[in-house]
């Protein structure tokens, strides 16, 4: 089993930033791609962001260029850096962690999950 525990979350005015934390415990040898969802009041659940353990990088093309992912494998963590964001930003995000590609990443919901975290961004 893999526990996630996400941090970060807050309230921040449109065009700020926020930085997402998550960070792995238990069998982190049962994965080797991470990554961010978010989903907002009424909408679907939606990638943002995933990781290879080896730094390949994928993003929602709703985020590219304000966005980045990034990990550190011997500290089991993984972080989401949200720089100029907007109030369509506004959901709770998730950390996932799974056996698979970054690059089929957003067909699939399978994996570990944290308990998610809330991100406001006023107008």
């Known amino acids: 089993q893999v526990q996630l525990v996400e941090s970060g979350g807050g309230l921040v005015q449109a065009g700020g930033s926020l930085r997402l934390s998550c960070a792995a415990s238990?069998?982190?040898?049962?994965?080797?791609?991470m990554g961010w969802y978010r989903q907002a009041p009424g909408n679907q659940r939606e990638l943002v962001a995933a990781i290879s353990s080896d730094g390949i990088t994928n993003y929602a093309d709703s985020v590219k260029g304000r966005f980045t992912i990034s990990r550190d494998n011997a500290k089991n963590t993984v972080s989401l850096q949200m720089n100029s964001l907007k109030p369509e930003d506004t959901a709770v995000y998730y950390c996932n962690a799974r056996i698979g590609s970054v690059w089929t990443y957003s067909r699939y919901e399978n994996g570990y999950w944290g308990q998610g975290t809330q991100v406001t961004v006023s107008s």
């Open positions: 238990g069998s982190t040898f049962s994965f080797n791609a």
